[in-house]
């Protein structure tokens, strides 16, 4: 696969079965930082091609590549939270590393305070784990959520995921995706299933976004969101 691309289909084929078949013959490659939409009527196998893109299907034959070393994140239609956590918790997953890092350097200076603890061992610990908080700039990263958060007009952190409405559960699982920042964003038909207000969300976020980003809908004006190339 040419370095230059974050992705790349080469003649793929995806069957189900001996004769169904879902996708014939494709060849894709994105640039880093593009923004694709995918325009096609329900069917048409979209949602396949995004799933493939993921990770979380393979082609029947062909090649489906990542680049090493990129991530890829997906919002499906009907996105999966963890009913154990509010809507904090849900978000939070999306940074979960970051957050350990946090979380294991206050256990650290809690540790100061032990009776028996060994200072050497904990001071050198310290170092590294403050050393990565650094370098990921993570002090701040509560405040980076609570932006998020604001931005998305996600409900209330401390709300059950299992109260939220549709639109609701998509937006809480888009703000954890954005903010575990995928090199490739792939974005299941956007307003489906969302409530009035949550319609026209992409728009003010993904032409922003540094990643590149591939959408798929059933509608042209959702995709103009992208401000990018569409592929009908």
Same mark, same amino acid.
């Given at each position: 696969m040419p370095s230059d691309y974050v992705y790349t289909m080469y003649r793929a084929d995806k069957f189900y079965g001996p004769d169904r078949q879902v996708l014939a013959n494709i060849s894709l490659s994105f640039l880093p930082g593009a923004k694709i939409g995918v325009l096609g009527p329900n069917g048409a196998g979209k949602s396949t091609l995004l799933r493939i893109r993921a990770g979380r299907d393979g082609p029947s034959s062909g090649i489906a590549e990542l680049a090493p070393g990129a991530s890829a994140g997906l919002l499906e239609q009907e996105p999966e939270l963890d009913p154990t956590k509010d809507v904090r918790g849900n978000v939070e997953d999306g940074v979960r590393p970051l957050r350990d890092l946090l979380d294991r350097f206050n256990e650290i200076s809690a540790a100061f305070a032990e009776p028996d603890a060994d200072y050497d061992t904990l001071l050198a610990e310290q170092a590294k784990v403050q050393d990565a908080i650094d370098r990921a700039d993570v002090?701040? @990263? !509560?405040? *980076?959520?609570?932006?998020?958060?604001?931005?998305?007009? #996600?409900?209330? $952190?401390?709300?059950?995921?299992?109260?939220?409405? $549709?639109?609701? *559960? *998509? *937006?809480?699982? @888009?703000?954890? #995706?954005?903010?575990?920042?995928? !090199? @490739? #964003? #792939?974005?299941?038909?956007?307003?489906?299933?969302? !409530?009035?207000?949550?319609? &026209?969300?992409?728009?003010?976020? @993904?032409?922003?976004?540094?990643?590149?980003?591939?959408?798929?809908?059933?509608?042209?004006?959702? &995709?103009a969101t992208c401000h990018g190339s569409i592929l009908d």
């Amino acid at each position: 696969m040419p370095s230059d691309y974050v992705y790349t289909m080469y003649r793929a084929d995806k069957f189900y079965g001996p004769d169904r078949q879902v996708l014939a013959n494709i060849s894709l490659s994105f640039l880093p930082g593009a923004k694709i939409g995918v325009l096609g009527p329900n069917g048409a196998g979209k949602s396949t091609l995004l799933r493939i893109r993921a990770g979380r299907d393979g082609p029947s034959s062909g090649i489906a590549e990542l680049a090493p070393g990129a991530s890829a994140g997906l919002l499906e239609q009907e996105p999966e939270l963890d009913p154990t956590k509010d809507v904090r918790g849900n978000v939070e997953d999306g940074v979960r590393p970051l957050r350990d890092l946090l979380d294991r350097f206050n256990e650290i200076s809690a540790a100061f305070a032990e009776p028996d603890a060994d200072y050497d061992t904990l001071l050198a610990e310290q170092a590294k784990v403050q050393d990565a908080i650094d370098r990921a700039d993570v002090w701040q @990263l !509560d405040d *980076r959520l609570d932006h998020a958060m604001d931005a998305l007009r #996600l409900p209330e $952190g401390d709300r059950d995921v299992e109260t939220l409405s $549709g639109g609701e *559960r *998509r *937006r809480v699982a @888009l703000c954890r #995706l954005l903010l575990s920042a995928p !090199d @490739l #964003l #792939l974005l299941d038909d956007p307003p489906n299933h969302l !409530d009035a207000e949550s319609v &026209l969300w992409p728009k003010p976020f @993904l032409p922003a976004y540094k990643g590149t980003c591939v959408a798929v809908a059933q509608h042209r004006y959702v &995709l103009a969101t992208c401000h990018g190339s569409i592929l009908d």
